[in-house]
Nanobody
Framework: QVQFVESGGGLVQPGGSLRLSCAVS????????MSWYRQAPGKERELVAR????????TYADSVKGRFTISRDNAKNTVYLQMNSLNPADTAVYYC?????????WGRGTQVTVSS
């Protein structure tokens, strides 16, 4: 069974930082691609960052580029999202995402709230 363990969300002041983590268990192989998405109230879910295990290639939404950094621990099938210089627009539920066996798998989400 594929299981997600997400952590790191919470309340932070503008300009602050948070580090999200997502560990995917129940697999005997390394996940090829891991991503972070987020969804704010009244908005569509959007891709925040993505990392490809084989190449190390990363992709970021324009709104977070330069502030967020995605990284991975392939041996643990764990993906991280370091979020710096947070602003209220970053407030959202953040979801870990992986494609497996032609299906989409999502973590339950972790709330990030940026407020003074």
């Amino acid at each position: 069974q594929v299981q997600f363990v997400e952590s790191g969300g919470g309340l932070v002041q503008p300009g602050g930082s948070l580090r999200l983590s997502c560990a995917v268990s129940g697999l005997t192989f390394s996940i090829g691609r891991m991503s972070w998405y987020r969804q704010a109230p009244g908005k569509e879910r959007e891709l925040v960052a993505r990392i490809i295990s084989a190449s190390g290639s990363t992709t970021y939404a324009d709104s977070v580029k330069g502030r967020f950094t995605i990284s991975r621990d392939n041996a643990k099938n764990t993906v991280y999202l370091q979020m710096n210089s947070l602003n209220p627009a970053d407030t959202a539920v953040y979801y870990c995402h992986v494609p497996l066996w032609g299906r989409e798998y999502w973590g339950r989400g972790t709330q990030v709230t940026v407020s003074s």
